[in-house]
Structure formats: structure tokens, C-alpha cells
């Protein structure tokens, strides 16, 4: 059992690190377009999204039923919502009160704290997944270990390039990539030494649940209007194709 906890602890911050790859490529643009912000952000909110629905709420929809499941989906929006109401959203309005213009570096820094914010945490439940999947099967962890680093990377760069194009920092952006990633060994530990003993199925589907609704509300509320702000709702479109498929 301690062995499979320190292997658990090992794979899970291989898997974290594989965030900061997604923070390198943010080296290969220092100076990021409209075109190619409106498609990242998209992308990111393609991914966060499918990922929340595909995997996360249908993995609480199957442990416990469809209403229950959702009460965790949307418990974890009405935390974020709570998270939300802290930080102000600053627009400057011209003539139709309904229409927001958009302040770029302003919206592209709450993006971006939002953005690392939704990682951050759903790293912590993947951590805690890897650590009980290696514990149960050796082979399993190392499964898990090679599909959450696989998503990991376009998770890096969707905190990297908004912290980039605010910050005009690269080192910024793959520090706060990095920085992201490292919940997922985090979440391992502490919750592999508090959890443990009472770890059951219900408890994970419930976490996942939660965070899933987290990472649609950030979606919805930050990512989506930030890459239509570009001016670029085709780019956009297809970035959010690209990243649920």
C-alpha cells in the first residue's frame, strides 16, 4: 500500500507537468492575433465543456442517477457563481445599454485567473482518480497517467496564452501553466492521506460532478464571451469544434 501510494504520487505529477508542455508552446507565440486568441479561448472552452459533460456528470449520472448527479453539476456552478460575484467585471457601455465593450487586457486577466482557477481544481480530483486507480491496479494508474497528460497539455495552453497576452510575459504564462499542473500531485497527497480510508466511488462521482460544473460556468461566463470579444465568431466557432472533438 505505501508503495502504490508513493507510485500514485510519482505518476500523478508526471501527469501535472505535462501542463507545463502545454505552457512551452506559449513560447512559440509572443505575440498572439485576434484570430489566433479567439480560437484558444474557443478551444478552451471546447474542451472544458465536452470534457465536464462527457465524462464528469456522466460518470456522477452512473454512480448515483440524473438528479442527483445534476445537484453536484450545479452545485459546483453555484460555487463559482459565489467566486464570480468577488471579482467585479469591468465594461465600458456606449449608447445601448446592453451592449459590452470589451477591455482587453481587463477581460483577458479575469479569463485567465478563471481559467487557472477551473485547472487548478479539476487537477485535484484527477489527482485523487490516479492515486486510487494505482492503488487498485498499477496498470491502471499508468492509463490514467497517460490520458490526463494528454489532456493536460491544451489545458497548459489555455492558461498560458491569456496570462501571455495580458501579462506580455511568456515566463508568466508557462509559470502559471506549471503552477496549474502541480494541484494534480496536490490533490493526490491530501487527499490520498485524509480520503483514503473512506474513498468510495460516491465520494469521487461527487467531486467530479462538482467540478465539472465549475468548468462549464467558467466556460460559459469567461472563456466564450472573452473569444468573441476578439471579433471573430467564425474563429471562435471553430475553436470550440476543435477543442470537443
Known amino acids: 500500500m505505501i508503495d502504490a501510494f508513493f ?4 505518476l500523478s505529477l508526471i501527469a501535472g507537468l505535462s501542463t507545463s508542455v502545454g505552457g512551452l508552446i506559449a513560447f512559440l507565440f509572443k505575440d498572439p492575433g485576434p484570430k489566433f486568441l479567439s480560437v484558444i479561448m474557443g478551444f478552451s472552452a471546447g474542451v472544458m465543456i465536452f470534457l465536464s459533460f462527457a465524462e464528469l ?6 454512480v448515483f442517477d440524473i438528479l442527483i448527479g445534476s445537484l453536484f453539476f450545479f452545485l459546483g456552478m453555484g460555487i463559482m457563481f459565489l467566486i464570480d460575484m468577488t471579482i467585479s467585471h469591468k465594461y465600458h457601455f456606449k449608447g445601448d445599454f446592453f451592449k459590452k465593450e470589451c477591455t482587453m487586457d481587463e477581460r483577458l486577466n479575469k479569463a485567465s485567473i478563471f481559467v487557472f482557477l477551473g485547472i487548478f481544481i479539476h487537477n485535484l480530483p484527477e489527482g485523487l482518480a490516479t492515486m486510487v486507480g494505482t ?3 498499477i496498470e491502471i494508474g499508468i492509463i490514467l497517467t497517460i490520458a490526463i497528460s494528454l489532456h ?4 497548459g495552453i489555455a492558461v498560458a ?3 501571455c497576452a495580458s501579462e506580455k510575459s ?3 504564462g ?4 506549471f503552477l496549474s499542473g502541480m494541484s494534480e500531485p496536490l490533490g493526490a497527497i491530501v487527499f490520498g492521506l485524509i480520503f483514503l480510508p473512506f474513498i468510495n466511488e460516491f465520494l469521487i462521482a ?3 460532478a462538482v467540478v465539472g460544473g465549475i468548468m462549464v460556468y467558467i466556460s460559459i461566463d469567461e472563456l466564450l464571451p472573452v473569444s468573441h470579444c476578439f471579433g471573430n465568431e467564425h474563429m471562435s466557432i471553430i475553436g470550440i469544434v476543435g477543442g470537443m472533438f
Open 7 to 10: 507510485l500514485g504520487v510519482i
Open 135 to 137: 492503488i487498485e491496479n
Open 161 to 163: 496564452i491569456p496570462v
Open 206 to 208: 461527487a467531486l467530479l
Open 152 to 155: 493536460n497539455i491544451p489545458e
Open 174 to 177: 508557462f509559470f502559471w501553466a
Open 170 to 172: 511568456q515566463k508568466k
Open 57 to 62: 456528470l456522466q460518470e456522477a449520472i452512473e
